[in-house]
């Protein structure tokens, strides 16, 4: 069922939260990842607040739907959006990076309650996410998959192995959200390596594709319940995103990928964002 406007003005406000919170604790740890994180918000958002089965009570609910970040860099939205939920609380956020913090720079599956996956090198995680989906099926376990993958991740082989192997094994557990933005660490996807026409080539492996836009979290959720109802093959989600979304100096850049924020910037995303807070 489509969202509410109601509701899609909650998911949107969470969305403004989440992205100033994330970029006061960039701020303030002097780290990255600002524009992976800001790219991926609404993707999180809709899946952890509105599709996902999860249980932060119950970290381990084995009828749990599992959110694999396989872009591991953006791990400070993942945890902003986790701590809302309720896996650990917020204030937790200020550790970032620190030493024996549960939020290390890359998501860790051993030690931060709500992570189902140890990420960081890119490509690993479609293969991980299709071996939970399959051990799920022989389980007898109704819950879906959802790998979250960044653009530029595509370079890496496994990710096609993954794709192949998926389709033969008709993973209709599996989805596939590609955080389309265009834009990787060194450059765009076209300079570093050109994608070409992606929807056809997840077609050609065999996966349903359905594309829409990343930030609306209405075409979002639309997209989510289209994939969800795809038999007998996995479906990817091509969703276009812009890589540092909502702060108009990172947008497009990758030079944002990485790099911390300093006090002047801090200030200006902080006018753009408190901004949006009214939109
Ligand atoms: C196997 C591997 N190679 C290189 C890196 C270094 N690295 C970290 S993020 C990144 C770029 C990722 O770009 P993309 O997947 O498009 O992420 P997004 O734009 O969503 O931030 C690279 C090359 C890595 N983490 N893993
Ligand atoms: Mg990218």
New binding site residues.
């Given amino acids: 069922m489509s969202l509410s406007a109601f509701r899609q003005e909650e998911l949107k406000k969470l969305c403004r939260k989440f992205r100033i919170d994330v970029i006061e604790t960039l701020h303030a740890r002097q780290t990255g990842?600002p524009?992976?994180s800001l790219?991926?918000c609404e993707i999180l958002t809709v899946l952890y607040f509105e599709k996902a089965k999860v249980d932060p009570a119950n970290p381990q609910w084995p009828e749990r739907d599992r959110i694999v970040l396989t872009?591991?860099?953006?791990a400070p939205m993942l945890y902003r959006v986790l701590a809302e939920q309720g896996f650990f609380p917020v204030e937790e956020m200020g550790t970032l990076r620190q030493m024996d913090s549960r939020l290390q720079g890359h998501p860790c599956a051993l030690s931060t309650p709500g992570v189902e996956l140890s990420t960081?090198?890119?490509?690993l995680g479609l293969s991980a996410s299709l071996g939970m989906a399959l051990g799920l099926r022989l389980s007898k376990i109704e819950s879906t998959v959802y790998a979250v993958?960044?653009?530029?991740?595509?370079?890496?082989g496994p990710v096609w192995e993954a794709a192949m192997a998926a389709a033969k094994f008709k993973a209709d557990n599996l989805i596939a959200i590609v955080?389309y933005?265009r834009?990787?660490?060194?450059g765009t996807?076209d300079e570093i390596m050109p994608l070409g026409d992606l929807a056809a080539k997840f077609a050609a492996f065999g996966w349903e594709v359905l594309e829409c836009d990343g930030h609306d979290v209405a075409a979002l959720s639309d997209a989510i319940d289209q994939a969800k109802a795809v038999q007998g093959k996995p479906a990817v989600i091509l969703a276009h995103?812009v890589?540092g979304k909502g702060v108009s100096f990172m947008e497009g850049k990758n030079i944002w990928?990485?790099r911390p924020i300093n006090d002047q910037e801090y200030e200006l995303a902080m006018s753009e964002l408190r901004g949006g807070e009214h939109a």
Avoid: C, I, R, Y
Avoid at 71 to 74: E, F, N, T
Avoid at 149 to 156: A, I, S, V, Y
Avoid at 183 to 186: E, M, N, Y
């Fill in positions: 990842h524009g992976g790219s991926v872009k591991g860099h953006a960081g090198p890119l490509g993958m960044g653009d530029g991740e595509l370079n890496e955080d933005n834009v990787q660490l060194d996807t995103t890589k990928h990485g």
